[in-house]
């Protein structure tokens, strides 16, 4: 006999035919106990349209696993089985977690350092060529996180969209597109394949009068949706949850709201993928309404324009600070998407020296592929590169840069906008220091001569957008 | 009989003599009452050294003034005079007063921007060649205000100070240097000579231990130092009492100290000179320490780097909002004194575009004249140039361009480090609009082909640093 088997971290399927009359959907309750010795995790099947049910599941372990299915309904309960474990392929390294306090790393310890992108609708053009020049684009990009949405905007008329139906006048709220979810599935594949993970914004804001209505359903249909979301999704380990994008441009919502949906994400989530919610303008301070701390968030997944806002958001909520929107370089007609590569290096670099996590778009008008932020195509800034050149520097160093700062092993030191001809740097006297000198713009890096002990006056060239990294031999 | 004559807002002087025994700067109290028709204004005079005293009185109106003396020492008492007042000759428009809100206007209405410039001790060097290199460059520059300092710092040994005394051991704090005063007094009159306002610093926080101590001095002694300053001072329209330059970080006085200081300022001048105080670190907001709605405070004498903070700067207390410190252009080893010209201009437009007024200064090392905000001397920078081309546009544009703005007629709008493929203005449909895309670097103005009306969505060509003055025709 053979027996089944799945990497660590990879996805088991169970699949089994049941009742397709009615709505299933709504009709028929599934889910599966998968054990491993005396552990038991309980995740929820889905209908798949067609008389089809699934249920998926990620094992963390390795070795035998047993299952068996519950159902109210007699074809789908009672179901047993079992499968292997198997370590986990080349490359796999499980999901992303958080990691002492700031930081981030993959659940086999490997350090995962975000440098996101974000493509809201590359998923939602029904062209699959334009989606594979999309992956083309990011797999030779230095992204390793997109933000991507589940819904369409007011005035998008996609093939497809979650519910069954193709316009506000005909969706059905009761039931879902199993195609739509089968390709974004297609999709979280094929971002996996390339090492990037998925930040799913599940809902916006931007459906206003006239649209969808998705921003303004009921408790129980916003449940319905998020239960299907999870039990579809969550066994993909790239996933994280982006509860809502600019939640407080949402006036259908509260606070309450909101607190209530992540809570109940983080409830049927047997996986606990990362889990955040991402501001609008309530982002200049740490408040009742936008408190980072709440323990349904794991991570802060901020808007705010001035990355020198890290520190605060730091110790404000004590958890990573990844400002996910802090302009794009671009050129459209709005202030948060026509700053040029060099605005957006100087946020990278003032944002990650402070020990945050700082994410890319890009917005130009008449481009051939359209604007990258909103549907993908090509990249036409100039940031990219230097992104790729500040990421492999901050790969280079520590893996928490701000511990070793503060320990005295080392520091990347930006000096901004600041012509310095000189700079105090308050090392060790007990140790011996190399200083490189930076220029995040043409990404050289040029050694000074000799090695430097104790507090010193370094002698500096006096350009702006330069940066120190200083390492203790 | 020839009477006396001076001009309005010139300075008329009683010249006296007295008692040269004993210590006249403190033993001998002098003043006189002016009189115009039924107003009386007393002023006090001071002891200029060999037995010589002067009052010094500031006209404001045109006619016939008597006076008296009036002192406890005889030979200074009683004495009785009178003087015609003139007319202004050109160039004279009377002291600057604050004016609808947040503007300001000489005395005979003629609108005053401040452009300042910062040039702390260029009085102290002993060398007058320097002084009129300084004064040269200043007549040449776009600045119309600079700011200077009374006292040395620490470590400064110049050749005389307010005190009769060289260095801290033998400095006599019961007796001013009468030649120092005459050369400040040279030096006011150059600057009023050039149409340039002194924003004279009283204190500062510059003298720490081991200094001369004149930033921990008793009550009765900065008491004493204000009024001889005061009556020395007050007659010359071209200067402001800016009380102390970053108050904060005199850890030897409260902030009621400060506003003790100020009202004794406020009642002593008889004049009404502007008035205020430098911040250092207390700018983020204001608070009880930093209150600038105190009614001794004519207007916001303000250090903040974020030249967008001047909008809540406007709001919260509602006076002429002045940016003395928004960071230097140079290459020195700190952050406030080493910006590049272009964002010094960055700061420069987003302040005046929002109500305020930002001021100048530089600091480069190495260069043969030292640096310009220490000493004076030569401007070595790129942004002298540019500030004069904003000037001339301010100039250009309404008195009160941000009412002109609310109203419709006129806006100048910049756009910063953001690149506009396109910018929805909201003009108003019943007026014609021209519009100009002013390049703030090359200092160049261009003119949009025909006019415009109602709400318009006009392309543009993706720069940063670019402004819009838009006009209604």
């Known amino acids: 006999m053979k027996i089944q088997e799945v990497e660590r ?45 699934r249920i998926r599941f990620m094992p963390d372990r390795e070795g035998a696993w047993r299952f068996i299915t519950k159902s109210v309904t007699p074809e789908l309960d009672d179901m ?17 977690r958080v990691k002492d306090g700031y930081l981030f790393a993959y659940e086999d310890g490997t350090p995962y350092l975000p440098f996101g992108t974000t493509c809201y609708h590359w998923t939602h ?26 819904l369409p905007t007011k005035d998008m008329r996609p093939d497809q969209v979650v519910y069954e139906g193709t316009c506000p006048e005909d969706v059905d709220l009761t039931r879902f597109n199993t195609d739509f979810f089968a390709h974004v599935e297609q999709c979280l594949s094929d971002l996996m394949k390339l090492g990037i993970e998925a930040d799913l914004i599940l809902f916006h804001p931007y459906d206003k009068q006239g649209g969808w209505g998705f921003n303004g359903l009921t408790r129980e249909q916003d449940l319905f949706y998020l239960r299907y979301i999870i039990a579809r ?10 509860l809502s994008n600019e939640y407080d441009f949402n006036t259908m919502k509260t606070v ?8 109940f994400v983080q409830r049927k989530d047997a996986y606990q993928h990362l889990s955040s919610i991402h501001n609008g303008t309530k982002m200049y301070e740490h408040t009742s309404e936008f408190d980072a701390t709440k323990s349904w968030l794991t991570h802060q997944s901020i808007q705010h324009w001035d990355a020198e806002a890290t520190t605060a958001l730091r110790a404000a909520a004590r958890k990573p600070v990844v400002i996910d929107e802090i302009s794009y370089e671009g050129n459209v007609a709005k202030r948060w998407g026509n700053i040029t590569g060099l605005e957006l290096m100087d946020r990278y670099w003032t944002g990650l020296t402070r020990g945050g996590f700082i994410a ?36 280079e160093g520590p893996a928490d840069w701000m511990a070793a700062r503060e320990e005295g092993s080392y520091a990347l030191l930006y000096l ?34 000799g090695t430097y002990a104790g507090q010193s006056d370094v002698t500096l060239p006096a350009e702006p957008y330069t940066a120190l990294r200083v390492v203790a031999v």
Chains 1, 2 share one sequence.
């Open 9 to 53: 971290w990879g996805t088991f399927e169970i699949v089994m035919t049941g009742p397709s009359t009615g709505n299933p959907f709504q009709e028929v309750a599934l889910s599966a106990v998968f054990e491993y010795h005396n552990d038991r995790i309980e995740v929820d099947g889905f209908y798949d349209g067609a008389g089809v049910y």
């Open 80 to 96: 047993v089985g079992s499968f292997v474990c198997t370590p986990p392929s080349p490359g796999n390294h499980g999901p992303v």
């Open 125 to 150: 053009k029904g062209d699959r060529a334009h989606e594979q020049l999309t992956l083309e684009e990011l797999d030779k990009s230095p992204f390793n996180k997109v933000r991507m949405c589940l």
């Open 233 to 242: 999704f969550s066994a993909f380990r790239n996933v994280w949850w982006s």
């Open 256 to 263: 309450e709201d909101w607190d209530r949906l992540l809570q």
């Open 360 to 395: 890319h778009g890009e917005c130009f008008v008449n481009k051939p592929t359209g604007a990258w932020i909103s549907g993908g195509g090509r990249l036409y800034g100039e940031s990219p590169e230097r992104i790729r050149f500040l990421r492999k520097l901050m790969e």
């Open 416 to 449: 901004g906008k600041y012509r310095y001809s000189s700079y105090k740097l308050p090392m060790s006297a007990d140790r011996q220091y190399q200083i490189e000198l930076i220029d995040i713009w043409n990404m050289s890096v040029y050694s000074l001569d």
